[in-house]
């Protein structure tokens, strides 16, 4: 029976260092769960952190893209109605009465004398009548082309342009600036 007794206190004692084993191994169990825990917090908090920034930048750049989108359409829009303008002006320009267009071209023949002497005229073709009240004996060559004059001097070395397209897109684009705070500042 001493054995027995023996025995029974070696399993006791076994069993209650296997208890606080146990204990000691669910008590660090559980610190080891707790850090785990607390790590996963602080990771969630940096993610959601660096989630929301994500975010707002993204936002920023969605913003910042659609605003540029927006400035773009309008510009376009703005150009296509200059353009629109333009068309228009020079249509009605080129489709003015004959007299009109004569009196103009008399006026641009005048003027370019004083830069080219006797310089052939070049007119849009049955527009050579609306100069003969002006040019008088110089050439008159009518040529495929817009309403307006270009002359040259005899030799070919000047040549000035003054189709009426010519005129009021060099205007335009000196003016477009003007043009375009008229109508949209």
Not at 67 to 74: N, P
Not at 112 to 136: I, M, T, W, Y
């Amino acid at each position: 029976m001493a054995l027995d007794k023996v025995v029974k206190d070696i399993l006791d004692i076994a069993r209650m260092e296997a208890d606080k084993l146990s204990e000691e191994a669910e008590k660090e169990k559980a610190a080891i769960l707790r850090a785990a825990d607390e790590e996963i917090a602080k990771k969630r908090k940096i993610q959601g952190r660096a989630l929301e920034e994500a975010l707002r930048r993204l936002t920023r750049q969605e913003i910042s893209s659609a605003e540029l989108e927006a400035k773009r359409m309008i510009l376009n829009a703005r150009k296509e109605i200059l353009d629109k303008i333009l068309e228009e002006t020079l249509h009605e320009i080129e489709s003015m009465p004959p007299q009109e267009k004569a009196k103009i071209y008399c006026k641009i023949y005048s003027n370019a004398k004083n830069l080219v002497p006797r310089p052939k005229v070049v007119c849009p073709h049955g527009e050579s009548k609306l100069l003969f009240d002006c040019v008088g004996p110089e050439i008159v060559v009518e040529s495929d082309m817009r309403p307006g004059l270009i002359l040259e001097s005899e030799d070919g070395t000047i040549r000035l342009d003054y189709r009426f397209k010519s005129i009021l897109e060099e205007v335009w684009e000196k003016e477009l600036r003007d043009i375009s705070n008229m109508l949209f500042g």
